[in-house]
């Protein structure tokens, strides 16, 4: 299936007008008003203590989607009819992307080793839990035509989790452990569920054996590390380009577009090589937040920072409201040729091995991670641990999109067992999304935050290991008149706490010889018309 399929939007069947040559703008221009409405709704209920954004627009997209099916007299609940291609090529980008451009890094790379345990290894029990659990309960319901690929595309399907809904309740300033976690773990977890998704198509399924097995495992690390260094590339790249040109100099919109480009860029080299786009675009993100922002004027700052968020608030509003009008689509509820007690079996068992796979990684991983931090303060509870596991129960965009990928061709399927695992996706997705989500503000309250702020006022705030090893080396160098440290010393720290020493030793390499060559925080581009620039003409 070619790139162009993808761009063919066509509306649905819903009289003569869609058939006319204003049939696209017309349905084009419904759907942006349906946009809008999300929007709206949105801010007037911002401050509801059971709503958000993601179900707001489900909800609105499967008042729509009733609405074109009376209209249409039960043909159609679609305004608009596209390629699942277009889930990859346009939607999710923006959302990856924009969640590396705005992860708080301190605590990212603080807590790298154990965002890592729970994004990569325990997506991986996840994802062994619900291909498992799916080859053997779903052949007692009925589904007996699955072959193994499918089952293994529904284990990384069904990995991929969604923590919009916990991350807008969750305060950066009062948890910021368990924000890091919960937002690092989720963008970790997205990509590797895409990774293993890719992995998966990749195997020989004729002949399945010890070695078939390890060659998943080498497809899994290739395509993340070759994904990964990619997008840091794509990142690095940007970061000179714009640090020798002076870009800013001249015009801020070329060096917004620059970097929209190069990021765009990143994405569309990963999928022409056949790795993780997604991935790419991630390290990209994060590359660019590190080097390229510092390196544009302050206006360009304030342009893609608000730039790259809208863009992945429309595209994931557009998502969720596309899915909440196709949970009304006849088709496919037909093709499936099932009842409703075999639509309820599915859908609990899919449920159920979600919540299952979760809990086996998450509280066990936790455990493990708890034993290499030495500080109370560092250790995540038992609450925060039900936090985790909580958060990575709803399922959303990325579920869908390989949903689609992996069950239709050119938005339709083609067998009964397809439709049968496209429609229970969408009632898994609608039932996590919005009655999970409903619960998950007034529960994480009740468990984490006032119990945090009570904390938070009775004791001080302890400083972070990082802040104190770091204390530590400074003061070690100063009494060895700053003499570097010698290797016996570093190998010690190195054990004694790894990712501190690394975190030292990593900045101490950024600014002796990254920033000098690709900029970051203290070059500032002079522009005279700029206050920055009036500024430094003053002193």
């Given at each position: ?21 204003k049939g696209t703008a017309v349905a084009l221009t419904l759907f942006f008003c349906l946009l809008c ?502 002193i």
């Amino acid at each position: 299936m070619g790139f162009s399929d993808g761009l063919n939007w066509m509306p649905s069947n819903l009289g003569s007008v869609f058939h006319s040559e204003k049939g696209t703008a017309v349905a084009l221009t419904l759907f942006f008003c349906l946009l809008c409405a999300c929007i709206v709704i949105g801010h007037l209920l911002a401050e509801s203590r059971w709503t958000n954004e993601s179900i707001n627009a489900l909800i609105l997209g499967l008042c729509s989607g009733t609405v074109v099916l009376l209209i249409s007299k039960g043909k159609s609940s679609h305004i608009l009819v596209f390629n699942e291609e277009l889930f990859f090529i346009y939607l999710l980008p923006p959302i990856i992307f924009n969640a590396g451009f705005q992860v708080k890094k301190k605590q990212f790379f603080q807590n790298f080793a154990t965002i890592l345990l729970f994004g990569a290894a325990g997506t991986l029990v996840s994802f062994c839990i619900i291909s498992l659990g799916a080859y053997f309960l779903f052949k007692k319901i009925g589904i007996k035509s699955l072959k193994l690929r499918e089952y293994l595309a529904i284990g990384s399907i069904f990995s991929a989790t969604d923590s919009v809904c916990t991350l807008q309740v969750l305060n950066q300033d009062e948890t910021p452990l368990l924000y890091s976690l919960v937002f690092g773990e989720g963008v970790v977890n997205d990509a590797t569920s895409i990774v293993l998704f890719k992995a998966v198509q990749s195997l020989d399924y004729n002949n399945i054996d010890v070695v078939e097995a390890l060659k998943l495992c080498g497809n899994f690390l290739y395509l993340f590390c070759t994904s990964t260094a990619l997008g840091v590339l794509a990142g690095l790249l940007s970061a000179f380009v714009i640090k020798k040109l002076y870009f800013g100099r001249h015009s801020t919109d070329r060096e917004v577009a620059l970097m929209m480009i190069m990021a765009y860029l990143s994405y569309m080299l990963a999928e022409i090589f056949s790795l993780s786009g997604i991935l790419a675009v991630f390290f990209c993100g994060i590359v660019m937040s590190h080097y390229t922002w510092h390196n544009v004027t302050n206006s360009s700052r304030i342009t893609t920072k608000h730039v790259f968020a809208t863009m992945s608030f429309i595209t994931e509003t557009f998502i969720f409201l596309y899915v909440g009008m196709d949970a009304l689509d006849i088709d496919k509820w037909k093709t499936s040729e099932a009842s409703a007690s075999i639509f309820a079996a599915i859908s609990a068992t899919l449920l159920a091995l979600v919540l299952v796979g979760r809990a086996a990684f998450v509280f066990s991983l936790a455990y493990i991670s708890n034993c290499f931090r030495r500080l109370e303060s560092t250790k995540i509870r038992f609450r925060q641990q039900f936090v985790i596991w909580w958060a990575g129960l709803m399922r959303g965009a990325v579920t869908i999109a390989l949903s689609y990928n992996e069950f239709t061709v050119s938005g339709s399927t083609s067998s009964r067992e397809y439709a049968l695992m496209i429609t229970n996706t969408i009632i898994v997705v609608l039932f996590s999304t919005m009655v999970f989500g409903l619960v998950t503000r007034p529960l994480i309250r009740v468990m984490l935050l006032q119990r945090s702020k009570v904390d938070h006022v009775n004791q001080p705030e302890p400083s972070s290991l990082e802040d104190l090893q770091l204390l530590f080396l400074e003061e070690h160098r100063s009494e060895n008149n700053q003499q570097t440290l010698s290797r016996r010393n570093s190998f010690r720290l190195l054990l004694k706490a790894p990712t501190s020493t690394i975190h030292y030793f990593w900045r101490k390499f950024d600014d002796s010889y990254m920033r000098p060559v690709f900029g970051g925080r203290g070059f500032v581009p002079f522009v005279p018309s700029s206050p920055t620039g009036a500024n430094d003409e003053n002193i």
